[in-house]
């Protein structure tokens, strides 16, 4: 499903040159969930960027489902992530503006989906987080839970084959966080490909497979399942 | 996809609603200002452009050359109407026409005195004025005819029918109406109540007859229509040198003559050195100009304000560019949003010009109205919302849909060096527009102030005129009795012109001491009674006044200064000039200067003769101790005597005085009223960019205040900036200022010269404006808890 050799990735400001991936490799296989965890400033994040497309590596390759997108344009880019992926955010990022629907509606707009279709799609995937009846509500009106239980139905709601995940319970308490685990791990349990970053062991605990990470490269991996 | 961008653009405009109001605001002044500017520049331009088949229209220009310089007026010679009849292929119609006057119209007890022209019979064919009833090839062929205009013939007649029916002119002519005319628009050219037939003119004017083959009279106009298809190219060629062909005494003179589109009448009525030179275009487009900057400025606010606003928006960008948006998606995003606000803009700036119309009309003595019943007018302004959309929103759509969605979802949104520097350079081009508008605006009432503080020569206190019909210059000894005994007036006098106007030009051709190489030299003429100047209150400063007796002057003149410096007469009284064909004449004194013309040139060489005919203004100046208007009435009532056939009207000296400053004044005020206005845009959006910089330093001004900084340190950081932005405005608004008003200054032979206190004067009002602007949010973050803003971090 995913697989990157070498990647490279450093960040310049006027006058210092940081080395966030210094040729990490990695495959994740369809259809598993690998955490990936490491110290603050390990590189955890640009990686799952660089996975989710939103950044680009400097140097080595990546291929998804088979394909090289390193060289990919924004457009193209933009094209895979609302056909093929998902993103969970720690600090969820609704937009405000958007009720409840209006957020999980947003992908299958961009994605042309009819009105018809649309509605029926974000009713089932609402009801499915359980939280149909805020459909009305603006993000702010949710608790933490809420928020992240409805940008978890906003990442699935194209049916994307990987989801990639920053942290989804970092701001939530252990129930609510629980709950979002518990989500995630029914999504992969019907097919979906789960790459997610996390300082927590407990939640690393719902993957099959934890990646630790140290200065820009994979350090250890262990196999939970 | 759009319904959810107007959604989020809806809830966004309601959410932020002091964001929302600035732009609004803003916007909805500039769009209205260039809204209003529009139908007044369309109003202008739309002159005699009514007139069906105006294109075919022309009215013949006069040049001849004095001294190197040439001179151009409409004023044309009658031999020349036979000859564009006969001898010019191309030209289907000829009419003359006089330079129109206020008549008296009678029927029974019913009079009005309005204004009128005569004209020659194929002039309803040249210029068709459209008529309701008669033919316009017939009208005007019977020498006792008369043409109303409805709204004349309605005050006439009431609602009887008016056609065939008497009408008595100036109380001696009787005529019969023979058409009725739909009433004149405010923007033709020719303003007028009634027509009437110039052979009329003829019976009843013996020096018109005379004139018939006079090729040195020029007083009246000449209108062509030319034939369908043929164009001024190809008529200039064939009457260009008429003149010097038909009159060799005008050859010296190298006349020509051109041809002037009806289409051209209102915009470019200046000529220079015989070529069309502008004229009131040039107020059109300065204006014009004006209002797009209005505009400019405020589309700029919603710019800035947009693009400072951007943290706030960034994290939309990165979470829609997240789940797939395209860069495009949100480009139509951010101009969406920028059309749904311009819209709100536009619908509340229709609502201000609507208004404020009414007031605007009054100010600039127009007709404007609002086009709403005209489909173009909705399709123009269908564009001009999309147009000023896309030039507010265009920077702000392409700077936030660039945001890379790693970064701002981080939260890691670096103030971008390039988006802060685009602000400045916005900001300085508000601010210098706004400031070189309040530069113009003190420099053009500097200057109608300087030539109003000018010495007028003549007393304008308490001084008024009426225009003389037939029977009071038959009357008016008696009249003049009569005003003297009523102890209402302590002056009377008669003229060939009121004490605003010179109406006649000729020339002094010989003079002691002139060099041979001078022609002569043009001269105004003013013929006046033996009263004239005491009743103006000039001052004889060399000689005597006229004798009471003024036929014992009657090969006497009096000169004023400046003809005596043109002649370079050193004892000018008891010298022999030669004038108006051949007269010789003594100068017996010499009169003060005194601005009979207009204030903003030098005074005119002017020559002063005795009246024995019938003259056009009487002159009176009221009693020291009588108060207008209870004089006015018993004034009315010895007119009315002596003159019936009249409604009394008058002329105060100081009201016509004033009226020369019309069109300055009326500058001087729009000018004003735009920087007014362009100053407040641009301080609205000023106003929104502190709030937002506050904001944005909120955390660093709490770290400052727990450090021990005071409300002056805080609001010198926040203010520092703008200061020196609108500091370095008033540098570039000088020069850009200095360019339009050394112009305008030129026109003017009596102009002040600018003083560079002008720009510091200036500079200082921008600097309490934006001091007091930014002073409300600095004072506001300086004095706001610390603890409040470190707490939120």
Same mark, same amino acid.
């Given at each position: 499903m995913i697989s990157i050799h070498n990647i490279a990735k450093r960040y310049r400001t006027d006058e210092v040159e940081t080395t966030a991936l210094n040729g990490l490799s990695l495959e994740v296989k369809p259809g598993e969930f690998v955490a990936i965890m490491g110290p603050s400033g390990c590189g955890k994040s640009t990686l799952l960027n660089i996975l989710g497309l939103l950044d680009e590596a400097d140097g080595g390759q990546f291929l998804l489902d088979g394909i090289d997108v390193s060289r990919y344009n924004e457009n193209r880019r933009a094209e895979l992530r609302m056909e093929k992926i998902g993103f969970v955010f720690q600090n969820f990022n609704l937009i405000d503006e958007l009720t409840v629907y209006e957020n999980v509606e947003l992908p299958l707009l961009y994605n042309g989906i009819k009105a018809g279709e649309r509605k029926k799609r974000v009713e089932y995937v609402l009801d499915k987080v359980q939280i149909m009846h805020r459909r009305n509500h603006y993000p702010t009106q949710l608790s933490g839970g809420q928020q992240q239980r409805v940008a978890v139905a906003r990442a699935v709601i194209n049916q994307p084959a990987i989801i990639l995940a920053d942290?989804?319970?970092?701001?939530?308490d252990s129930q609510n966080g629980n709950e979002v685990m518990q989500l995630l791990t029914e999504l992969n349990e019907s097919g979906t490909t789960i790459v997610m970053v996390t300082h927590s062991e407990h939640d690393a605990r719902f993957s099959h497979r934890i990646v630790r990470m140290l200065d820009g490269q994979t350090v250890a991996e262990s196999v939970l399942v | 996809m759009f319904r959810n961008y107007i959604k989020i653009a809806l809830r966004g405009l309601v959410k932020h609603r002091a964001y929302s109001f600035i732009n609004i605001l803003g916007l909805a002044t500039g769009m209205a200002v260039t809204l209003l500017i529009g139908l007044w520049v369309y109003h202008e331009a739309s002159y005699d452009r009514f007139l069906p088949d105006y294109e075919q229209v022309y009215q013949i220009k006069r040049h001849y050359t004095i001294e190197g310089e040439t001179h151009t007026i409409e004023a044309i010679a009658l031999p020349l109407v036979e000859i564009m009849e006969n001898d010019i292929p191309g030209i289907a119609h000829v009419a003359l026409s006089d330079w129109g006057n206020a008549h008296s119209l009678m029927v029974g007890e019913t009079k009005l005195s309005s204004q009128g022209y005569f004209v020659g019979e194929d002039f309803l064919q040249i210029l068709k004025y459209p008529l309701l009833r008669g033919e316009p090839a017939t009208v005007l062929n019977d020498p006792n005819s008369i043409v109303l205009t409805e709204q004349t013939a309605t005050a006439l007649f009431g609602d009887a029918d008016p056609m065939g029916q008497a009408v008595k002119l100036d109380n001696s002519q009787e005529l019969t109406v023979s058409g009725i005319l739909r009433d004149v628009p405010g923007n033709s050219t020719m303003q007028f109540s009634y027509l009437l037939p110039f052979s009329l003119l003829e019976n009843i004017s013996p020096y018109v007859r005379e004139a018939r083959n006079e090729w040195l009279v020029n007083s009246f106009m000449l209108y062509l229509g030319l034939a369908p298809g043929v164009d001024q190219e190809q008529i200039t060629p064939l009457i260009e040198n008429i003149l010097a062909e038909k009159s060799p005494d005008l050859k010296p003179y190298d006349p020509r003559l051109s041809l002037q589109p009806a289409a051209d009448w209102h915009l470019y009525g200046r000529y220079e050195n015989g070529r069309p030179a502008g004229g009131y275009i040039e107020y059109v487009r300065l204006f014009g100009i004006i209002g797009l900057l209005v505009l400019i400025i405020a589309c700029i606010n919603f710019m800035n304000l947009a693009t400072a606003r951007s943290e706030k928006r960034a994290k939309e960008v990165g979470v829609r560019k997240a789940i797939g948006s395209k860069r495009k998606h949100l480009i139509v995003q951010f101009l969406s949003e920028s059309l749904l606000l311009t819209t709100v803009s536009f619908a509340l700036g229709i609502l201000l010009v609507y208004l404020v119309l009414e007031p605007f009309n009054q100010l600039v003595g127009s007709e404007i109205r609002i086009p709403f019943d005209q489909p173009l007018f909705w399709l123009l302004m269908v564009a001009y919302l999309l147009l000023t959309a896309l030039l507010a929103g265009s920077r702000p759509a392409f700077y936030l849909s660039s945001f890379n969605a790693v970064r701002v979802l981080k939260g890691?949104? #670096?103030? #971008?060096r390039s988006a802060v520097w685009g602000r400045k350079a916005l900001v300085l081009i508000q601010f210098s527009c706004s400031i070189a508008l309040i530069i113009s605006t003190l420099i053009i009432y500097q200057q109608i102030r300087h030539v109003q503080d000018r010495p007028t020569g003549y007393l304008r206190d308490r001084l008024m005129m009426s225009e003389m019909s037939e029977d009071l210059n038959r009357n008016y000894e008696a009249i003049k009795a009569d005003l003297l005994g009523s102890g209402l007036v302590e002056q009377v006098a008669k003229a060939s012109g009121s004490a605003s106007e010179i109406n006649f030009f000729t020339i002094i051709s010989n003079w002691p001491g002139r060099n041979p190489d001078r022609a002569h030299l043009e001269i105004g003429a003013v013929r006046a009674s033996e009263t004239y100047f005491k009743t103006m209150g000039m001052e004889i400063i060399a000689g005597r006044d006229f004798k009471s007796n003024l036929e014992a002057d009657s090969h006497s003149v009096i000169l004023n200064e400046a003809a005596i410096r043109q002649l370079q007469l050193d004892d000018p009284i008891g010298q022999t000039i030669n004038w108006n064909r051949n007269q010789n004449v003594t100068i017996v004194g010499v009169v003060k200067d005194a601005i009979?013309?207009?204030?903003?040139?030098?005074?005119h060489p002017t020559l002063f003769a005795p009246s024995f005919n019938h003259e056009s203004s009487i002159l009176y100046r009221l009693s020291p101790n009588v108060s207008p208007r209870e004089a006015i009435p018993q004034l009315a009532e010895i007119f009315d005597r002596y003159n019936p056939a009249f409604p009394y009207e008058y002329q105060f000296a100081d009201e016509a005085y004033a009226r020369k400053f019309q069109l300055e004044l009326l500058v001087g005020k729009l000018a004003g009223l735009f920087a007014g206005l362009a100053i407040f845009v641009s301080c609205l959006g000023l106003f929104g960019l502190a709030a937002f910089m506050a904001e944005q330093r909120r955390k660093e001004i709490g770290i400052r205040k727990v450090l021990g900084a005071t409300l002056m340190q805080i609001w010198l950081l926040l203010s520092r900036e703008f200061l020196l932005l609108v500091l370095i405005s008033c540098v570039l608004a000088t020069p850009l200022a200095l360019y339009f008003l050394q112009d305008w200054l030129l #026109?003017?032979?009596?102009r002040i010269s600018i003083s560079p206190l002008t720009f510091v004067l200036a500079g200082l009002l921008a600097l309490i404006i934006t001091v007091i602007t930014i002073s409300f949010q600095a004072i506001r973050a300086g004095t706001a808890r610390p603890v409040d803003s470190l707490r939120s971090e």
């Open positions: 942290e989804p319970t970092g701001n939530l | 890691g949104m #670096q103030k #971008q009979l013309l207009s204030p903003f040139t030098p005074v #026109q003017y032979d009596y």
